[in-house]
């Protein structure tokens, strides 16, 4: 038997959900934290909501684009803190010191991201329920009502935030808190590449070169052709996936090298200081 | 060599390199299953680098390292669930409470029964009453004896502790030693204990590694020792071998 396939064959549902279980006993155990979860997400939704009203009420394109900003905000939301979800359940294990407990113990790396993904799930999810309803008795946009678009633009835009996050957990494990700082701030490089309020023709052609190599790119383009002309740009979300294969395989190889170097450099059992 | 003879930990030539600094210099030896091994050494002398490359945490710049038969970092999937690990320098989440985390570190460590297991080692050290509170809350003593527990819920065949009574009042100190030395007679259980506390090491270990600058500077039993460099304590024999009086008194 490869050992490959023997990783594969040792994967452990109960190890993961042991994580899981970790990382939601953490969370329960914060109200602040969890009104954070959802406290970020209304006031921006809020925020962009009100200046789209003022603008469908003054402009005639506008009024034919209704939901973009919204939706805009709402998907943003999906790429944010799906990554953020992954990253600070991550922090959580360097922040106790934890990092050396859990590296000694049979938790393959494979499972222990696999829980963190499904973590950045579930707290995605706390946030952006109830905002998604908010938008609909606010400003009359269901983001439900995309339908498969919506799992489309959700299963792109999910892939690529773990895609950040395993790579920026990554060095933040070969590195140590020092770099902690990239766990908040990374994604706001897609933001303005990422297009996310405007069309890609807005940019100059050698920046609109740099944004079709991001995945949410797609999305939030597809976003527009849906919500303006009405369309499903099925061609989009299928480049998007391709580009989120190549973007997930490479982070995690990276993940693989910087926990390889990681061992090499000897600061596991100092993880956190 | 059939397995039940095999060492539990064989250590061959085995080297750490930091940039230009050795942390560990070539050392090689071996632990015979049901040993308890005290590692004595000065700060820096490459101690808890030699733990964590027995437990994979550290990859060797050269040598080798086998637990219970398995090569490490390379197998270290064989054997993790059998081994455990103990110091007061790695924490547990200190928001979830003493039943969580154990509840957690169970099903890692793919313990069977977990209720059953878990008010077995509430019980055997004491932690009825305190299996509800946040870890955070806990006093030094009382985190060093969820610790403890944590590093026994496998029921581990190696344990590795890492001066697991470090800052402990000798009462709390005491009777950690007591449930160690209570574990490694009921478990048969192999022990390799990193230590500054020479009356500890005296007490539980049929054997003394001490080292100095990444290197072994002697090995033998704690009463061969104090034989030898014509000393009544180990703390002297130490003091002999950190401040170079080997060629005096031993040789």
């Known amino acids: 038997m490869t050992p490959m396939l023997n990783r594969m064959i040792d994967f452990s549902p109960r190890r993961v959900g042991a994580m899981v279980q970790r990382y939601w006993y953490l969370l329960r155990s914060s109200w602040p934290r969890l009104l954070e979860l959802i406290y970020w997400p209304a006031v921006q939704m809020l925020m962009w909501g009100f200046l789209q009203l003022y603008i469908v009420q003054n402009a005639g394109f506008f009024a034919r684009a ?9 998907l943003w939301d999906i790429l944010f803190r799906g990554q953020l979800g992954f990253s600070i359940s991550f922090l959580e294990e360097m922040w106790s010191r934890n990092m050396a407990n859990l590296m000694i113990s049979p938790l393959r790396p494979v499972e222990f991201v696999t829980a963190l993904m499904v973590m950045s799930i579930v707290r995605l999810a706390i946030g952006m329920v109830p905002v998604s309803i908010l938008a609909i008795l606010f400003f009359g946009f269901n983001l439900y009502g995309l339908g498969l678009a919506l799992a489309a633009f959700f299963a792109n835009l999910i892939l690529t935030s773990w895609s950040v996050g395993i790579l920026v957990s990554g060095v933040v494990l070969r590195n140590g808190l ?57 061609d989009l979300m299928l480049e998007a996936f391709s580009l989120n294969i190549i973007f997930f395989v490479t982070s995690v190889l990276c993940f693989h090298g910087l926990l390889v170097s990681t061992r090499k450099h000897g600061s596991l059992l100092q993880a956190g200081e | 060599m059939s397995v039940c003879e095999e060492p539990a930990v064989r250590v061959d030539g085995l080297s750490k390199v930091y940039g230009t600094a050795k942390a560990v210099d070539g050392i090689s030896f071996a632990l015979r299953r049901g040993s308890l091994t005290g590692l004595l050494g000065g700060n820096g002398a490459g101690k808890t680098t030699t733990i964590a490359m027995i437990l994979g945490l550290v990859t060797p710049s050269g040598g080798t390292v086998t637990v219970l038969g398995a090569q490490m970092p390379r197998q270290r999937y064989r054997v993790l669930h059998r081994v455990n690990f103990e110091s007061p320098y790695v924490d547990m989440p200190m928001r979830l409470t003493v039943r969580q985390n154990l509840t957690v570190f169970a099903k890692l460590y793919g313990v069977e029964d977990v209720g059953a297991r878990l008010a077995r080692v509430a019980e055997e050290f004491d932690l009825t009453d305190l299996f509800d509170r946040p870890t955070g809350r806990l006093s030094a003593g009382q985190k060093t004896r969820v610790s403890l527990a944590k590093a026994l819920l496998n029921h581990p065949d190696l344990l590795l502790l890492d001066e697991p009574t470090a800052s402990l009042d000798p009462d709390t100190a005491d009777w950690v030693r007591g449930r160690l030395e209570r574990y490694c007679e009921q478990s048969g259980a192999s022990v390799l204990l990193a230590s500054h506390n020479m009356a500890e090491v005296e007490r539980l270990c049929d054997r003394v590694i001490i080292m100095k600058r990444g290197r072994i500077e002697d090995d033998d039993a704690p009463a061969r020792l104090l034989a030898r460099y014509g000393r009544e304590t180990l703390e002297q024999v130490f003091l002999d071998v950190a401040r170079g009086r080997v060629e005096t008194t031993a040789r």
């Open chain 1, 178 to 234: 020092g770099a902690e700082g990239l766990s908040w701030t990374i994604m706001f490089l897609f933001m303005p590449l990422a297009c996310v309020y405007y069309p890609v023709a807005t940019l100059p052609g050698w920046l609109q070169t740099i944004a079709w190599m991001l995945p949410p790119t797609y999305v939030f383009e597809g976003m527009r052709a849906l919500l303006i002309g009405k369309v499903f740009r099925s």
């Open chain 1, 66 to 74: 209704g939901g973009t900003f919204v939706g805009g905000v709402l």
